[in-house]
């Protein structure tokens, strides 16, 4: 459109300034050439000049060296300079052309001024047309992804790249990244529906109580691994469970396909920070996150499945001296949950990790682990290491002293083969 309002100025611009090779240009040329005449083309009064001619009156051009014949409007009769008296030429008017002058010989720039005024009006329209605004008005409010309240008030939604430094050797993000996006948009989800207090994650009237939330159990079943580029989309929501805990249930898709890449489920339950024991929920929490609560059930069916306990005999794969740094705690000063995925897989063989991937994951968390602690990681193959079908691994990670930290499970399905 733009290309085409300048088209149209450049046409305009040449027939202005492009001489017309039909167009005659006659000259008005009286008792000699140009040098006798002032700007309207009429000789001025002179003393000595033999000639003079009324200002009213037009003067005779010359046409191709040719005179003009002029009509008088009396008698219609045609005369020439030769005819007449110069002192007594009278008023008429003139069929011939009107003698150029200055003024309009100028161009006429109304044609260049409306050229230029389609150019404007092609390029604001293209401007309004241009599709840079999103497609839904609510994705207006995650311009920066922070994240936004949908379906009602009751799930948070929050978009995440897959950055360079969060893929593995298998050019894929990594089960850490995936937990990090989970716990992220948890804290954030708190954030934006105003319960956020000064702690992590913690209400006002938690804050007055001196309670934080700890996580119990979680599962996360993982469908595909996002690679380096692709946007996962995460949608999370809280329900009860039981009397005294609360389920956050997170729901992971990829942006560009829709598909379901993971899905996630688990229970959270009070502490006291201070004394470090597990708390009921007061009511006055229970009043701030309850109109939150989603009645469904939770998006995994639970695995039932009674996690056991391994210990130096039935575990054929065992990893110690494992010690927390201090960017592993977190502000409620024990280790982060995401860390102890890390700690369980430092046992898992690498017969495994080479040619298998984790597709699902259930842990249980015993008790906290803090800065001092020193663990351990022991892992048991339900399976053939070399077999290429699904296998199922049981994970133990204590302390040194034999006190649990987290039971797990795991599943692991053969990778897909690489393209040609």
Known sequence: MVVAAAAAIFAAATALFSPDPHRAKPKAVLAGGPDNLDTRGIKPKSSSSGIQVKTNAHAAPKINGSKVLLTTPENGKAIGLHDVDTDEVPSYSSSSPQARTIINQLPDWSMLLAAITAIFLAAEKQWVNFDWKPRRPDMLMDAFGLGRIVHDGFVFRQNFPIRSYEIGADRTASIETLMN????????????????????????????????????????????????????????????????????????????????????????????????????????????????????????????????????????????????????????????????????????????????????????????????????????????????????????????????????????????????
Not at 246 to 270: H, P
Not at 339 to 361: D, F, N, Q
Request: net charge negative; glycine share 10%; charged share 30%.
């Open 181 to 420: 996006h989970l716990q992220e948009t948890a804290l954030n989800h708190v954030k934006c529906a105003g319960l956020l207090g000064d702690g992590f994650g913690s209400t006002p009237e938690m804050c007055r109580r001196d309670l934080i939330w700890v996580v119990t159990r979680m599962q996360i079943h993982v469908d595909r691994y996002p690679s380096w580029g692709d946007i996962v989309e995460v949608d999370t929501w809280v329900g009860p469970s039981g009397k005294n805990g609360m389920r956050r249930d997170w729901l992971v898709r990829d942006t560009r396909t829709g598909e379901t890449v993971t899905k996630a489920t688990s229970v959270w339950v009070m502490m006291n920070k201070k004394t470090r024991r597990l708390s009921k929920i007061p009511d006055e929490v229970r009043g701030e996150i309850g109109p939150y609560f989603v009645q469904d059930g939770p998006i995994i069916d639970e695995d039932g499945r009674k996690l056991p306990k391994l210990d130096d005999s039935t575990a054929g794969h065992i990893r110690t001296g494992l010690m927390p740094r201090w960017y592993d705690l977190d502000v409620n000063q024990h280790v982060n949950n995401v860390k102890y995925i890390g700690w369980i897989l430092e046992s898992a063989p690498i017969s495994i990790l080479e040619s298998h991937e984790l597709a699902g994951i259930t842990l249980e968390y015993r008790r906290e682990c803090g800065r001092d602690s020193v663990l351990q990681s022991l892992t048991n193959v339900s399976c053939d290491e070399g077999g290429t079908a699904g296998m199922e691994c049981t994970h133990l990670l204590r302390l040194e002293d034999g006190a649990e930290i987290v039971r797990g499970r795991t599943e692991w399905r053969a990778k897909p083969k690489a393209g040609p």
